[in-house]
C-alpha cells in the first residue's frame, strides 16, 4: 500500500514537472558539425509540428527559442536528417548542444541512353548508313583548314597584342635609359626572331 502511495506521489511531481516545463521557454544554442568535425553552414533547423525554426550561419552556430521537450529536426543537403529532443527536466534558461550530421550517400541505379530505343535498331541504322563523302571531298576540307591557319596568322594583333608590345618598347626604353642602349647584332633573341620572320615571310616586299 505505501509502495502504491509513493508511486502515485512520483508521478505527480513528474507530471508536475512536465507540465511546468512546458510553460516556460529556454534559449538553445549549438553548433552543427559533419564528419569531420568541421563547421556545417545554412543547415536548417525545425521545431516539429510547428512553423518555429531558424538556419545556421556561416560557422555552423544558431540559436532560438524552445520549449522544453520539443523535437527539433536538424536538415542539410547531402546529409541525414537528424533528429533532436529537448530535454524537458531543464531548470537553467540557457541550453547548449553539438549537432552532427553524417554524410548521406545514394547509390542511384546505372542509367544507359541510346539514341534509339533497342540496341537492335541502333545496330540497323549503323548498318545502313551511307558515307557520302569521298576522299577527294575529305582532303578539300583539310586544305580549308590550312587556309584558316595561314589566314589566321596574317591576322593583324589585337588590344591585347598591342598594349604587350608597347609596354614592352617601354620597358627596353627604360632599362637603356642614361646609357648607351645595347646592340642588337650581339642580341640572340633578336637574331631567333628575324631568323624566323624570314622564314614564315613576313619579311617579303609587297
Same mark, same amino acid.
Given at each position: ?63 532560438? $527559442? %524552445?520549449? !522544453? ?5 536538424? +536538415? ?6 537528424? /533528429?533532436? *529532443?529537448?530535454? &524537458? ?22 542509367? $544507359? %541512353?541510346? !539514341? ?5 535498331? +541502333? ?6 548508313? /551511307?558515307? *557520302?563523302?569521298? &576522299? ?71
Amino acid at each position: 500500500m505505501k509502495i502504491c502511495f509513493l508511486i502515485s506521489i512520483l508521478i505527480c511531481l513528474k507530471t508536475a514537472i512536465i507540465a511546468q516545463s512546458k510553460g516556460r521557454y529556454i534559449q538553445l544554442s549549438g553548433v552543427i558539425l559533419n564528419d569531420s568535425l568541421q563547421p556545417l553552414p545554412y543547415v536548417s533547423v525545425s521545431v516539429k509540428n510547428t512553423k518555429q525554426g531558424t538556419i545556421s550561419d556561416f560557422n555552423g552556430f544558431f540559436t532560438f $527559442v %524552445v520549449k !522544453p521537450g520539443q523535437e527539433l529536426y536538424f +536538415f542539410s543537403i547531402n546529409h541525414q536528417r537528424m /533528429k533532436y *529532443t529537448v530535454p &524537458d527536466t531543464l531548470t537553467l534558461k540557457h541550453y547548449s548542444i553539438i549537432q552532427v550530421l553524417p554524410k548521406d550517400t545514394v547509390m542511384m541505379q546505372e542509367v $544507359v %541512353v541510346y !539514341p534509339w530505343p533497342t540496341k537492335e535498331q +541502333f545496330k540497323q541504322a549503323i548498318l545502313n548508313l /551511307k558515307l *557520302t563523302e569521298s &576522299d577527294y571531298e575529305r582532303a578539300y576540307k583539310n586544305m580549308q583548314r590550312e587556309d584558316i591557319r595561314i589566314a589566321a596568322k596574317s591576322i593583324n594583333m589585337d588590344a591585347g597584342e598591342n598594349f604587350t608590345f608597347l609596354m614592352n618598347q617601354q620597358y627596353s626604353k627604360l632599362y637603356s635609359a642614361g646609357q648607351y642602349p645595347g646592340v642588337s647584332l650581339l642580341n640572340p633573341i633578336a637574331w631567333a626572331k628575324f631568323i624566323e620572320a624570314w622564314r614564315s615571310g613576313k619579311l617579303k616586299i609587297k
